[in-house]
């Protein structure tokens, strides 16, 4: 009788567990989904607008400043996607304001042709919503951090209609070589459902038209090379962000002058190019390199730096679609040199540089199948473990933490920047 009684207890236990998380989930991907599509669409008619009139780039100044205003109003300066990973690491809170601020903050960015993405944006937005989503249920801390994986999962999904990346992504981001198996049907649920609801409002999920080789050992060595060359894109890209935040916020201490000079600065830039392919996201350039197997050489070059300068300045988006503009462009460049396709070429610089930048080699590759579709799988796979491997300990979010070195089975516990390869070489030993 006791065993029955057991027995019954435990099924309750995992059955009440299930439909808690399917209940938020489901509630959280309805937010983030239709929040999302919002954003998604935002996004889109400010880079409409400011391409049928460009003289919207003059006001990119004055959006800093009002950008700064904002977070100051709302009390989140300074806080971003580095404070949503630490709120799974550590349970810290997050203020509701950064929900608004974040999405209007992004939306000006793009406006006045800032060059950032969207998934920075869409990370913080999603937790937030998770976080609060949580609590709404009131839920404990431990499971609060779950559902901030949740919601991150949610509006990734929902931007980029990729709900099994946003899935991965979302478990596997926060701590190097650890999986949170039990944030997976959170995060799946509320990424399909998310995903769903913006469908439903009309958001086209990201893919791309691209033709894979025939499975090539020659090939594959080729593959291998971009992969290797990939991550020291990732690398250069990574830091020349970090470096610029720092100097400018050492250099120009005042957040209203920092945005102010950003401002300027991109607008020269802008001149200097004679072209606005580097403000924004660039996702025409994109999808010219990975379709069309076009680019220029200097592309990468100028998106790492405009990039930095925005996101240096305060202005706000993301990273991750500025790492995809990167990837592409080097990759359709370099691809031909080594006797890749340029168009295959620029789909594997996509996912690799991407991959060497927020050290998700699992994550990247579902992101291959789900852009591009599962006839290259094995060189996505390929080109990612490469650039996952010879990026080091650099990355994106200064949060993040390696648990597992890259270079042999062993536990490190390394936060992603602080370290040098060499140091961490020394520990190794």
């Known amino acids: 009788m006791d065993a029955c009684r057991a027995f019954f207890y435990r099924v309750k236990l995992y059955l009440t567990a299930l439909g808690k998380w399917v209940a938020l989930a489901v509630v ?4 983030c989904g239709f929040l999302g599509a919002l954003f998604h669409m ?17 006001l990119l100044p004055a959006a800093g400043l009002a950008i700064v205003g904002l977070y100051k109003l709302t009390r989140t300066e300074g806080q971003g996607t580095n404070d949503i990973i630490d709120v799974v690491h550590l349970g810290k809170g997050l203020s509701i304001w950064l929900l608004p601020t974040i999405f209007f903050s992004t939306l000006l960015t793009h406006l006045c042709g800032g060059s950032a993405g ?3 944006a869409a990370l913080q937005m999603g937790g937030d919503i998770g976080y609060h989503m949580g609590a709404a249920f009131h839920m404990d801390d431990r499971d609060i951090r779950t559902a901030t994986l949740c919601g991150m999962a949610a509006f990734f999904s929902a931007l980029f209609g990729t709900p099994l990346t946003a899935t991965v992504f979302a478990i596997v981001v926060v701590s190097i070589g650890v999986l949170y198996h039990a944030a997976f049907i ?4 509320g990424a399909l459902t998310a995903y769903w609801v913006s ?3 009309g958001v086209e999920p990201t893919h791309f038209a691209v033709a894979a080789p025939e499975l090539d050992a020659a090939m594959m060595a080729r593959v291998a090379i971009l992969g290797a060359l990939c991550a020291l894109v990732s690398i250069l890209f990574c830091n020349s962000i970090h ?7 050492r250099w120009l201490p005042n957040p209203w002058i920092r945005a102010a000079a950003g401002g300027f600065a991109v607008i020269a830039l802008t001149f200097l190019c004679g072209t606005g392919d580097y403000n924004g996201a660039g996702m025409e350039v994109i999808v010219r390199a990975v379709e069309g197997g076009a680019a220029r050489p200097e592309s990468f070059l100028l998106k790492i730096l405009f990039t930095a ?3 240096g300045a305060g202005f706000k988006g993301g990273e991750v679609v500025p790492s995809f503009f990167v990837g592409a462009t080097f990759g359709c460049w370099m691809g031909p040199l080594l006797g890749i396709p340029a168009a295959f070429g620029a789909a594997l610089g996509l996912v690799s540089v991407f991959c060497g930048a927020v050290n998700c080699p699992i994550a990247s590759i579902f992101l291959s199948i789900e852009l591009f579709g599962a006839g290259g799988m094995l060189y996505f796979a390929l080109s990612c473990g490469i650039s996952y491997m010879l990026s080091g300990y650099n990355g994106l979010y200064s949060s993040q933490t390696i648990l597992y070195s890259k270079l042999k089975a062993q536990y490190i516990n390394a936060k992603t920047n602080e370290y040098h390869a060499g140091q961490i070489w020394e520990e190794e030993e």
């Open 28 to 31: 959280t991907g309805f937010c």
């Open 118 to 120: 969207r998934e920075g």
């Open 42 to 58: 935002g996004v889109e008619m400010a880079t409409k607008y400011r391409t049928e009139h460009p003289w919207l780039l003059w």
């Open 186 to 189: 959170p995060c799946l649920v």
């Open 309 to 311: 300068v925005t996101l």
């Open 199 to 201: 469908l439903e409002l």
């Open 243 to 249: 470096f610029l935040q720092h100097i400018l916020t």
